[in-house]
């Protein structure tokens, strides 16, 4: 099962993704996360906005790499988790997947959240309202996607719901 987990940034989607990786290998699955992050091109190639390497645009992403990546472990694993800001911009790697997770926040929360996030240093205002923005043109699932389940991040995930959306009518189980 190819599962994507999409979301804008400090929504809680390597949280999911880590969960629902112990809860399978808990049951017996062979299961695997691939973070799109770990995807980019190099910064060089990286498109920039004021001078700052602009990692919140799709055109950071190898997606090419990323698709074969997913398709080669897909082979190989029962539970193949791809997630990222971008996880349902690429139209070939929405054909790809099984299931469809998209957890969203709201604004105010992202807002609280990135700016409490010092990983990459500071960044400036514009910055992390440009990381909402980029999100809103590129990262939330197209309307006309199926088969998606949107789960809040404001809290603690119901995991429940989720596990039974995943094991509703899997190929893989």
């Known amino acids: ?3 994507g987990i999409g979301g804008v940034s400090r929504s809680g989607k390597s949280t999911l993704a880590n969960l629902l990786v112990t809860h399978f290998r ?5 299961a695997i996360i691939f973070h799109q992050d770990d995807f980019v091109f190099p910064e060089t190639q990286i498109p920039k906005i004021k001078s700052r390497t602009d990692w919140e645009s799709p055109h950071s992403i ?3 790499l990323f698709k074969e990546v ?3 472990f897909n082979e190989k694993f029962d539970v193949v988790i791809a997630e990222g800001l971008f996880a349902f911009h690429d139209e070939s790697i929405n054909t790809l997947l099984d ?5 969203k926040i709201s604004k105010r929360t992202f807002l609280i959240r990135k700016s409490m996030d010092t990983r990459w240093g500071y960044e400036p205002t514009w910055f992390i309202d440009h990381i909402w923005h980029s999100f809103q043109k590129f990262g939330k699932p197209y309307v006309k996607m199926k088969d998606i389940l949107t789960i809040s991040g404001e809290d603690e995930f119901d995991m429940d719901k989720v596990i039974k959306y995943l094991d509703k009518n899997t190929a893989k189980n």
């Open 26 to 30: 808990k049951n017996g699955k062979k």
């Open 70 to 72: 997913l398709i080669l």
């Open 62 to 64: 190898d997606f090419k």
């Open 99 to 103: 299931k469809k997770l998209f957890v």
């Open 1 to 3: 099962m190819l599962i």
